[in-house]
């Protein structure tokens, strides 16, 4: 059976479980606590970090990777954009911008007690930066590239939704209604709420 480490809070985690749900394939998910992992998931990565897929004697032990393998084994929706090359490099752009840039400021600002460097607006002001990009490319549109959802808004929505819950009250007043609307409604729709299930 093909199996999932997985951590239901991490966006890491988050994002290969809605791939995987999409792409239906079906898989054991076996809830991991990050305070004591179990053996067979480091024996299969010796990282130690969620999500771990093994699946037919592969390990994959990366969140985008696990994505790929899951629409490679089906896309219904064509969240790889496959027609539209324009399309398929600013999701990879976008996707690098997050785990490279945005993630990091994230981390600072939601654990600013560990970063006194500087304040936690400070750190929230960076992140805003990226949250600023991501309302224009919603402008007259749903989601980021296109009418439908890409890889690119299911890879970036565990981050930003990580970060909005930082301070709720302080995103909700924020300039930002488009993103305010596309986080909304992914938190309401089934792939969503299925993969966010006890």
């Known amino acids: 059976m093909n199996t999932l480490y997985s951590f239901r809070r991490c966006p890491y985690a988050m994002r290969a479980?809605?791939?995987l749900r999409y792409c239906g394939v079906a898989v054991d998910i076996v809830e991991v606590s990050?305070?004591?992992?179990?053996?067979?998931?480091?024996?299969l990565s010796s990282k130690?970090?969620?999500?771990?897929l093994s699946v037919d004697g592969e390990v994959i032990d990366e969140s985008l990777e696990i994505m790929h393998w899951a629409l490679a084994q089906n896309d219904p929706q064509d969240w790889l954009l496959k027609d539209?090359?324009?399309?398929q490099q600013y999701i990879a752009e976008l996707i690098?911008?997050?785990?490279q840039v945005f993630k990091l400021h994230l981390n600072r600002y939601k654990y600013a007690e560990r970063y006194p460097e500087q304040p936690m607006?400070?750190?929230r002001a960076e992140g805003?930066?990226?949250?600023?990009?991501?309302d224009e490319l919603l402008e007259g549109r749903d989601y980021l590239l296109a009418a439908r959802p890409s890889l690119a808004d299911v890879a970036l929505m565990p981050f930003v939704r990580q970060f909005?819950?930082?301070d709720r009250e302080w995103f909700g007043q924020t300039p930002y209604l488009r993103l305010q609307s596309w986080l909304q409604r992914f938190i309401e729709s089934d792939l969503f709420t299925s993969v966010m299930k006890k």
């Open 164 to 166: 909005a819950h930082v």
């Open 34 to 43: 990050l305070k004591a992992k179990p053996a067979e998931m480091l024996a």
């Open 84 to 87: 539209d090359p324009v399309g």
């Open 121 to 123: 607006a400070f750190y």
């Open 96 to 99: 690098e911008q997050n785990d």
């Open 17 to 19: 479980r809605m791939a």
């Open 128 to 134: 805003e930066v990226v949250l600023r990009r991501l």
């Open 48 to 52: 130690g970090t969620v999500p771990v």
